[in-house]
């Protein structure tokens, strides 16, 4: 049986920014994240991540671009002893009306799809109600991370007692690999 987690990317896993993560030099990891990674694959984890990278279609950057972030990222978590078994994106404008940006469920069908099991209970990590709409879809135990802009999701008028709320990755992987 495979135990899955599944990140965010944006806001988890490194910095974001409302000009969109553009370059290798613009993604900046989030202290103790690349760390984190490597913890919860050391403990048996495999890990994906689904992130939502509209600024393709808003042609801020390319997909070659979008490989050389991912590219920074996974040799960052290699340095650190970890790896991260696939990463799945949604390149689409939020206008498109695709079936994969999130809170829409497509990239995590694939997911399971790739790793051949249920989504049921697998921890998705996130910064954004986008994130725990999508992870309440598809029956993932949404967990929101105070960083990035968690600070906007938590002001929403919306019911949480689902959702495992935590500082950061770091303190995630804490609770989990404990």
């Given at each position: 049986m495979v135990k899955l987690i599944i990140l965010d990317r944006d806001g988890v896993i490194n910095c974001d920014s409302d000009d969109f993560i553009k370059s290798p030099d613009e993604w900046l990891p989030i202290d103790g994240s690349i760390e984190a990674i490597a913890r919860l694959k050391k403990a048996g984890f495999t890990i994906a991540v689904a992130t939502n990278q509209s600024g393709i279609a808003r042609g801020l950057y390319d997909e070659v671009m979008l490989d050389a972030i991912h590219q920074k990222m996974l040799s960052l978590v290699e340095v650190a002893g970890g790896s991260i078994d696939a990463i799945f994106y949604c390149p689409h404008h939020?206008?498109?009306?695709?079936?994969?940006?999130?809170?829409?469920?497509?990239?995590?069908?694939?997911?399971?799809?790739?790793?051949?099991?249920?989504?049921?209970?697998?921890?998705?990590?996130?910064?954004?109600?986008?994130?725990?709409?999508?992870?309440?879809?598809?029956?993932?135990?949404?967990?929101?991370?105070?960083?990035?802009y968690a600070k906007h999701t938590l002001a929403l008028s919306e019911n949480f007692d689902d959702v495992l709320i935590v500082d950061d990755l770091a303190s995630f992987v804490d609770s989990v690999t404990a």
């Open positions: 939020p206008d498109d009306g695709c079936g994969c940006r999130k809170p829409r469920t497509g990239m995590f069908l694939k997911i399971a799809e790739q790793f051949n099991c249920s989504l049921t209970n697998v921890p998705y990590v996130g910064d954004k109600y986008s994130d725990i709409q999508a992870a309440r879809a598809v029956g993932c135990q949404p967990v929101l991370v105070r960083t990035g």
